[in-house]
Each structure stands twice: as C-alpha cells, then as structure tokens.
C-alpha cells in the first residue's frame, strides 16, 4: 500500500509538497501553543477543558515575600498621625524618598509617620535598603502594607473600588489619588507626597490646605482632622471620587487630584477663585500661601542644586521644601548647594548613607 501510494506521488510530482505539508504542520503547532495552549507558569493559573493560563497577580494583590504588617479593621493608628503612600510596584523607596519620610519623623517626633505600601516589602529590603537605617533610629516611624480591595471596606469607596477588576489599569494608575483621600478618610491626619522635605513641626490648624501658586491648590499636602469639619472634608471627597470611578463614559479616568480639594473648597470658601480662597474667606480650614510650604517655584527649581547662604535660608519661616522629585530625581546634589544643606539637616541619616566621599548624593 504504501509502496503504492508512493509510486503515485512520484508520478503525478505530488512530493514537491511535502515540505510544504511539514511547514504548514509546524507552523499550526507553533500557532495552537502560543495563542491557545502555552504554559507560562506565574502565580495564578486559570484551568478551562483546553488550555491552562497563567495569570500573574498585580503587584496591589500579591503578597508573596511580604513581610509587612497588613492594614486592617483592627490597626490603630492616632488621630494625628503623617501619612506618605508608596503606590509603585518598585520594592524599595529611593534615597531622596526616604530622606522626605526621615524628615517628617525628626520634626515631628510626637506623630506617627505611617508609611503605606501597595506593593510586598521582602526581608532583604527592610534590612538593607533605604529606610533601614531610619527604622532604627527612629522609632514613630511604622511600615504597612494595604490591600486596596479590604482597605476599602466599610468606606463609601468600598462597592465601586469592588466592582472594579483588580488588574484594571485605571484603578492602579489612579492609586495614589485614592489612597490620599481614603486614608484621611479612615483615619484623619495629614498627608503628605515624597516630594515634601518637613523643616518644621506641623502643629498647624487641624484642617488645612496649601496654594502651590497663588492660582492652585496643591494635593501634596494636607490634613483633615477628626473633628465636624474635617469629617465634611473626608465625606465630601469620597463622594467626589466616586462620581469619577462611576463615570462610565471615559475611556481613561480623567480624574485629576488637585480638583477633588479644589471642588471642595470651591463650596465651603462659596467662590471657585483660587487666589480668592485664604483662612479667613475658608472659615475653619487654614489656607497657606506658597511662600512657607513652597519656597521655590517649579520653574526655578535649578535652585535647589546652586550653592547657597544656608544660614540665611534658615532664617526663614519655611515649613516644607517642595523637590519636585519626577523632574529633579536624576540631578547630582552637591553638598554645599540648597537641597544638600536641607538634607543634611533634616534627613542628616538619609544623606549620610547615599553621599559618596565627596558628598555628592546621586539618585539612588
């Protein structure tokens, strides 16, 4: 038979397809493995009758390696406590990040600082990287890991934020402008961003806002407290956000987080001008000029790499130094220049442990 049906092949040429036949074969298995039967072996597997695939966790829902404690309806956390949210998958905090939480610690030795992650902190990262040292040294400062879903719980936020898959890109994208709002919410406080370097005590009004220009209210920093106000404050934000994760018409949550305090000073100062909005006009919450929580502007932000009269900067009623970390990460800092000086007096162990011999601290 197949002596015959070889015969036929070579008389009617029918082998000038066989090596076609073989790449058409090799070519279907490639397809079938790669699109409908490929085995990438991760963390969470997801079985049907004809394939099994591998789902890898987000970084927001795995807690492999964790080493923190979890956040949960049992933490207790004083009234006023600082806040600072890590909401990146990166398993370590820089140099310049560490030195803003060293800072908030040293001048505020009466508060906890909490520092919220997202994201598993392993053992080898407590140990060695950039907040061991601060860890010793300072012990108002506590590290602890959130679950967004159970963070949630028992919150306005709680059924939209679990209606919402957890590997969805807005959700995560849009972490940290939840995790701000939600935090003052559970627990009061203030909250403060990586790019704030504390050079005083922030024993300010219990509610209270800053203009990061005379035009616009920053989300860097702020503090609703436990009181009437605050909890207006708090309520009204959620709802706010909510209205924006429920928006189902945009592709992309446009959400930007300035207007969430913005919207709500807008009503309780009764005018949507910015430069109209000061402590006295916004009855019970402190609204602070630039010039203490911002010293230097976004555009003149090369300053804080010139040298300088430190005594003379000190001398200044100057609450935080904004960094503007996103634009100024990679910029070498010099010691005796601007941000140098603030370092080394304000987050001296930070700066200690990333200068080089020369006293150069590069972005680590």
């Not at 995560?172 to 050079?199: C, E, H, R």
């Not at 602070?288 to 230097?296: C, E, L, N, Q, R």
């Not at 804080?304 to 990460?329: A, G, L, R, S």
Request: aromatic content about 16%.
């Amino acid at each position: 038979m197949y002596f015959q049906l070889l015969r036929i092949m070579c008389k009617y040429k029918f082998y000038i397809l066989i090596p076609y036949a073989v790449i058409f074969y090799f070519a279907f298995i490639w397809y079938f493995w790669n699109i409908h039967g490929k085995y990438n072996y991760k963390y969470v597997e997801h079985a049907t009758w004809w394939k099994t695939e591998a789902v890898e966790e987000p970084c927001h829902v795995s807690r492999e390696n964790d080493v923190l404690e979890l956040v949960t309806e049992k933490t207790k956390i004083p009234l006023n406590s600082i806040f600072f949210h890590h909401t990146s998958c990166t398993i370590d905090l820089s140099s310049r990040q560490a030195c803003a939480i060293e800072s908030a610690a040293k001048t505020n030795p009466e508060r906890q600082i909490n520092v919220l992650f997202i994201s598993s902190i392993e053992e080898d990262t407590l140990r060695n990287g950039s907040l061991s040292t601060i860890l010793d040294k300072y012990k108002n400062v506590k590290l602890r890991r959130v679950l967004i879903s159970d963070y949630a719980s028992r919150t306005p936020l709680e059924s939209t934020v679990a209606n919402i898959s957890v590997d969805n890109d807005i959700l995560f994208a849009q972490m940290s402008k939840i995790m701000k709002y939600l935090t003052l919410y559970k627990y009061s406080g203030i909250y403060l961003s990586f790019d704030v370097i504390v050079a005083r005590n922030l024993d300010l009004r219990p509610n209270w806002v800053v203009k990061s220009s005379p035009a616009s209210l920053s989300a860097d920093m702020f503090a609703f407290s436990n009181d009437t106000v605050g909890r207006k404050l708090a309520n009204g934000a959620m709802g706010f956000l909510k209205s924006e994760l429920l928006n189902k018409e945009l592709d992309f949550w446009s959400y930007n987080a300035p207007s969430a305090l913005t919207h709500l000073l807008s009503r309780w100062c009764t005018t949507d001008q910015v430069e109209q909005m000061t402590s006295n006009v916004c009855q019970d919450i402190a609204v602070h000029d630039p010039k203490m929580f911002y010293p230097i502007d976004f555009h003149d932000r090369k300053q804080y790499f010139e040298n300088v009269d430190w005594e003379e900067w000190k001398k200044k009623e100057i609450y935080t130094y904004f960094i503007y970390e996103q634009f100024t990460k990679y910029s070498l800092v010099p010691p005796l220049s601007l941000y140098g000086r603030i370092a080394n007096e304000y987050c001296p162990l930070t700066y200690e442990r990333s200068t080089d011999k020369k006293g150069l601290w590069y972005y680590m």
